[in-house]
């Protein structure tokens, strides 16, 4: 019998809690995206592993290859140790990553807190916060794109009249959803009397620029959908073979907690 499985059998309220716990952990790690394929970890499976203990959550990631951006990388779990500890009663929360040529620096940095460029030393070119920043911006094109183009296509919209769209011309629906996430992300406007198309900046864009910016966007769109799929298959490879159904079915989770 496992130490879960006895918990449940003589104190069903604390397996309860634990479970809780679990569920916690998980809604937290969702909020945590990869910032190039902008996706939930969880959805791409990059979450390997969750063991809770009496001390507090170890979670192990993973990557597509072992190559990955360094920079990605080190976003996704540091973005992943921010999100546990806002957990109540949570205790120690120690994340890893494995598997990666620079599984040991980032590891060793998350670990002593030493934040992106204490990490990397030198070679931060730009600080964590304006890796963010522009990553965020790149998920608001192509999330506005998305929305501008399902309306062309359904005849609602045009090139020469979209810019003229607001956000209350658009479906109240999860890719509409997803723009307004991306908007407040890089602080545009949520009027519902605001434009769907604009700059970075939240600018009007000028006629003569809309068939450009949407020619941009659509590019920034194809980019994230392919390079989303591209990682799939190649973590779903590279991982085929490690007997724990990960790929498949999501992260390990191991509870132990009394």
């Given at each position: 019998?496992?130490?879960?499985?006895?918990?449940?059998?003589?104190?069903?309220?604390?397996?309860?809690a634990g479970d809780d716990l679990e569920a916690q952990?998980?809604?937290a790690l969702d909020t945590v995206v990869d910032p190039e394929l902008d996706e939930p970890i969880t959805d791409l499976k990059f979450v390997r592993s969750v063991t809770i203990d009496d001390d507090g959550v170890e979670v192990h990631?993973?990557?597509p290859t072992s190559f990955c951006s360094p920079n990605f990388?080190?976003?996704?779990?540091?973005?992943?140790?921010?999100?546990?500890?806002?957990?109540?009663?949570i205790g120690v929360v120690r994340v890893y990553l494995d598997d990666h040529h620079d599984s040991e620096k980032i590891n060793a940095g998350l670990a002593a807190r030493a934040g992106?460029?204490?990490?990397?030393?030198?070679?931060?070119?730009?600080?964590?916060?304006?890796?963010?920043?522009?990553?965020h911006k790149k998920a608001h094109t192509a999330a506005m794109e998305r929305s501008l183009a399902r309306l062309?296509?359904?005849?609602?919209?045009?090139?020469?009249t979209i810019g003229q769209v607001l956000m209350r011309d658009l479906p109240d629906d999860e890719t509409t959803a997803a723009l307004r996430r991306r908007r407040n992300a890089i602080g545009l406007s949520q009027c519902m009397n605001a434009r769907v198309l604009v700059n970075d900046d939240g600018t009007r864009m000028l006629e003569d620029e809309i068939p450009m910016r949407?020619?941009?966007?659509?590019?920034?769109?194809?980019?994230?959908?392919?390079?989303?799929?591209?990682?799939r298959g190649l973590l779903a490879t590279r991982y085929a073979d490690d007997g724990d159904g990960a790929v498949a079915d999501g992260p390990r989770i191991t509870n132990v907690r009394h």
């Open positions: 019998m496992t130490a879960l499985e006895h918990r449940w059998e003589h104190s069903p309220s604390q397996a309860l952990i998980m809604a990631l993973r990557l990388a080190y976003l996704m779990a540091s973005d992943s140790v921010d999100a546990l500890e806002l957990i109540d009663g992106y460029r204490g990490t990397f030393g030198h070679e931060a070119l730009e600080s964590l916060d304006s890796l963010r920043e522009t990553f062309i296509a359904a005849g609602a919209a045009t090139v020469e949407l020619r941009f966007a659509r590019s920034v769109r194809i980019s994230i959908d392919g390079n989303s799929h591209f990682c």
